[in-house]
């Protein structure tokens, strides 16, 4: 049985700031994830699972994302990758190796942003595989660490983990990368040294990204790392991986987001799983040609909520009861 809609299954383009202009696709139920990091930038996680489920149907994955292709393109407007970065796990989608198969054939290449906790799974892997392009986060090699930063399932081994990324970068054809997000409040100690020497020996890794949080994250006493911390690890992994291998994603990608269809879809759908700044709302209502009001009928119809962070103001989708749910199992 699938969800009985796809809206909110699309959103974007996007600016990313790895993979340029980027056309999201949200192939999970809203915070459907096997983590629950601290510094998720939508929401602490309301279904923690490890079990894969067939969510939506492929065909109509398809379907949705040709058309925002085709609109897209008539417009003379351009996407770089049609992208897996869903407001969840999107490797939990049991028809995500389907999907990937079918959007090959639309031309553009594929990426998939996952947390890579479920690469111990062979089928995981298989279904990566078809990718053009993947993201791994590797937070922490820590036990300790690994559990307070990203709040694991309480089935997964850090351990297994991190043997299914070696065994899948071992086998992938495409472009991959690694992510290690940086908090404050956090005594790393020698976790650099470890992290950059376990990718160091990945059999193949094109580049390891190094992060800090740039919008509001889950939990309020989250703040981007210090640039002490920073520095550290990006001399830590240079060392290991040579620095034209590392690269830091600290800054702020941008306001050109895309305006595509109904407005206020459009805008929902991309906040939902990319909160955005006030300058970046006001650039896409102009390009709209709607007026602030948008904004502020929203917030009176609690759909989407106002946040502060690093002295920037936000706007985020408002999360949905979960005890309540909603009309296609996401909190649109």
């Known amino acids: 049985m699938f969800l009985a809609c796809t809206s909110g299954l699309i959103f974007g383009p996007v600016p990313s700031r790895r993979l340029g202009r980027s056309l999201g696709i949200n192939n999970i139920p809203a915070k459907t994830c096997s983590y629950s990091c601290v510094y998720c930038q939508v929401g602490r996680t309301t279904n923690m699972t490890v079990d894969r489920q067939k969510f939506f149907d492929p065909n109509e994955v398809f379907k ?122 956090v005594a790393y100690g020698n976790e650099f040294e470890r992290i950059a020497g376990y990718l160091a020996a990945l059999k193949r890794l094109d580049r390891a990204y190094i992060a800090s949080p740039t919008r509001p994250p889950t939990e309020r006493w989250i703040r981007p790392a210090r640039e002490e911390t920073v520095n550290a690890a990006f001399q830590r992994f240079s060392e290991k991986l040579g620095s034209e291998r590392v690269e830091l994603l600290i800054g702020y990608e941008g306001n050109d987001f895309t305006v595509s269809g109904n407005v206020e879809d459009s805008l929902l759908n991309i906040i939902a799983v990319h909160p955005m700044r006030k300058e970046a709302v006001e650039d896409f209502l102009k390009k709209a040609g709607m007026s602030w009001q948008t904004i502020e009928k929203l917030l009176r119809e609690e759909k989407i909520v106002r946040l502060e962070y690093e002295g920037k103001e936000y706007y985020a989708m408002k999360l949905a009861d979960p005890l309540k749910g909603d009309n296609c199992g996401k909190s649109r």
């Not at 990718?131 to 660490?145: G, H, I």
């Not at 559990?147 to 495409?174: C, M, T, Y």
């Open 64 to 185: 949705a994302v040709r058309r925002r292709v085709e609109a897209i393109k008539s417009e003379n407007g351009r996407i770089d990758y049609l992208t897996f970065v869903p407001d969840g796990e999107p490797t939990l989608d049991l028809n995500l190796g389907e999907e990937i198969s079918l959007l090959k054939s639309i031309g553009t290449p594929v990426a998939v942003i996952t947390n890579a906790s479920l690469t111990y799974n062979d089928s995981v892997r298989e279904d990566l595989l078809k990718a053009d392009y993947v993201s791994l986060k590797v937070d922490a090699l820590d036990e300790r660490l690994w559990r307070r930063i990203n709040r694991p399932h309480v089935d997964l081994s850090l351990q297994a983990i991190l043997e299914g990324i070696a065994k899948f970068v071992e086998e992938f054809k495409g472009t991959v990368v690694s992510e290690t997000m940086l908090i404050n409040e």
